[in-house]
């Protein structure tokens, strides 16, 4: 079992806005802002996409954005493309002894 | 451009050992640091362990502390991730990462190309 706890999947038509939850505990995705997500597609490394909670790295599509309530993080992908078709993962920095943890992917499909 | 190369595929016996590699470009190597990342087949990422080169300062996840050992070369700007002994659990891809140095620097970017781990009798 994951640290952190993601839906296994997630759908939308193109167009549509998807949200992926990831769910921690207040010693890690509550107890910093530091969450980032990643994108993997099928066979290949996963892309940073979002940083520091809600920060996008430059050459990110300002569709993603990320936000945290309590100990829950969220990433929304407004405007859904073909191309946002992939595994999605969440981190957590949790702090100085387990250091970072994952959750367990969420799988994004465009209808 | 920044960059993180990583070795080749690896088939191996149980009990064999293996050294797998990541080599860094286009920046200062020993100002950041390189993390290791597992991803067995069909399954989520699971963070192991990171150093940064610079002074060779090791950190590793709980659940990966005395099974695998990080290192790194600054003189040829490649970090490693060795084990002594494989085990079939093993196999899976493994990814190395760049982190910037900084207590509130906590993300992984860029990820390299992945290596794929095969233990098998």
């Known amino acids: 079992q994951s640290a952190l706890t993601q839906p296994r999947s997630v759908s939308g038509s193109p167009g549509q806005s998807v949200t992926i939850s990831c769910t921690g505990t207040?010693?890690?995705?509550?107890?910093?802002?530091?969450v980032s997500w990643y994108q993997q597609h099928p066979g290949k490394a996963p892309k940073l996409m979002i940083y520091?909670?809600?920060k996008r790295p430059s050459g990110v599509p300002d569709r993603f954005s990320g936000s945290k309530s309590g100990n829950t993080a969220s990433l929304t992908i407004s405007g859904l493309q073909a191309e946002d078709e992939a595994d999605y993962y969440c981190?957590?920095?949790?702090?100085?002894?387990?250091?970072?943890?994952f959750g367990g992917g969420t799988k994004l499909t465009v209808l | 451009e920044v960059q993180l190369v990583q070795s080749g595929a690896e088939v191996k016996k149980p009990g064999e050992s293996l050294k797998i590699s990541c080599k860094g470009s286009?920046?200062?190597?020993?100002?950041?640091?390189i993390g290791w990342v597992r991803q067995m087949p069909g399954k989520g990422l699971e963070w192991m362990g990171i150093?940064?080169?610079?002074?060779?300062?090791?950190r590793y996840s709980p659940s990966f502390q005395g099974q695998v050992t990080i290192s790194a070369d600054k003189s040829i700007s490649t970090a490693y991730l060795q084990w002594s002994s494989l085990k079939a659990s093993d196999t899976a891809m493994y990814y190395c990462?760049?982190?910037?140095?900084?207590?509130?620097?906590?993300?992984?970017?860029?990820w390299g190309q992945g290596t794929l781990v095969t233990v098998s009798s």
């Open positions: 286009g920046y200062s190597f020993t100002s950041y640091w």
């Open positions: 150093i940064y080169p610079g002074d060779s300062d090791t």
């Open positions: 990462v760049r982190r910037s140095s900084g207590w509130d620097k906590n993300w992984f970017d860029p």
């Open positions: 207040s010693s890690d995705v509550g107890g910093y802002n530091y």
């Open positions: 981190c957590s920095y949790a702090g100085s002894y387990t250091f970072w943890v």
């Open positions: 520091d909670v809600s």
